[in-house]
């Protein structure tokens, strides 16, 4: 077990560029979450996968936002058409499933997002 | 909405001091709360957690208790040391259905110890 990664670390673009990222869970857990922590705040929820299908997403995650998990394994985050105030560090989180809980949600290290 | 106050930061204490950082929460139903911390260049990793009212998390010395009536879940630690300087975050669940939770969070307090 090797934790959820998230790739790149770090991402630099110009305002108007797409930026892909891409998020590996932990391999046993159905649950994946993205969310959005920008400078000196908390992480907020933007949307949420039980296995492939997307079943929740925030206000915050606009028309230019798009998340994937086609196979139920790893996902990606797009955005398109940057906005510096897309600026934020992602987070990443899985969790397994069952009966009971709250489960834990494992975090990933974030993409840490600059746009110029 | 669902929401959680914490304690403005920065928090600066000598190494032993007792540390308090102070966590309420507004919500509807009955939240799990948790605390969280992030070290220097790592993620998030959940420090305790409670589910129900009077739980009292723990772990590596550090305890919070879930106080229903005064809607609080304040982190404590009777002796701090330079390993603890990270970032905490104090977060309740917020539930969508069919069983999954979303987590909601406050903004965080930086805490430093000082040897």
């Known amino acids: 077990d090797t934790g959820v990664s998230q790739d790149p670390r770090h991402k630099i673009t110009k305002r108007g560029q797409n930026v892909t990222f891409r998020c590996d869970p932990i391999s046993e857990h159905n649950r994946l979450y993205w969310y959005r922590q920008t400078l000196g705040q908390g992480p907020e929820f933007l949307t949420y996968f039980q296995n492939e299908a997307q079943l929740e997403k925030s206000r915050l995650l606009s028309d230019r936002f798009s998340a994937e998990r086609p196979k139920g394994s790893f996902s990606t985050l797009e955005i398109q058409r940057t906005e510096q105030g897309d600026s934020a560090m992602y987070l990443c989180?899985?969790?397994?499933?069952?009966?009971?809980?709250?489960?834990?949600?494992?975090f990933g290290p974030g993409t840490r997002l600059t746009v110029t | 909405g669902n929401s959680v106050t914490q304690m403005e930061g920065p928090v600066t204490l000598s190494e032993e001091a007792f540390l308090t950082i102070n966590c309420t929460y507004t919500a509807t139903g009955y939240p799990s709360l948790f605390w969280y911390v992030q070290y220097p260049g790592e993620g998030l990793q959940l420090l305790l957690k409670a589910t129900k009212a009077d739980d009292k998390g723990s772990n590596k010395g550090f305890e919070a208790t879930y106080r229903k009536e005064t809607t609080s879940f304040h982190l404590e630690k009777g002796s701090v040391q330079v390993s603890d300087s990270a970032v905490y975050f104090c977060?309740?669940?917020?539930?969508f259905g069919r069983g999954a939770q979303k987590l909601v969070f406050g903004q965080g307090t930086r805490l430093t110890i000082n040897p």
């Open positions: 989180a899985s969790s397994p499933i069952g009966a009971g809980g709250p489960y834990e949600q494992y």
């Open positions: 977060a309740l669940s917020d539930t």
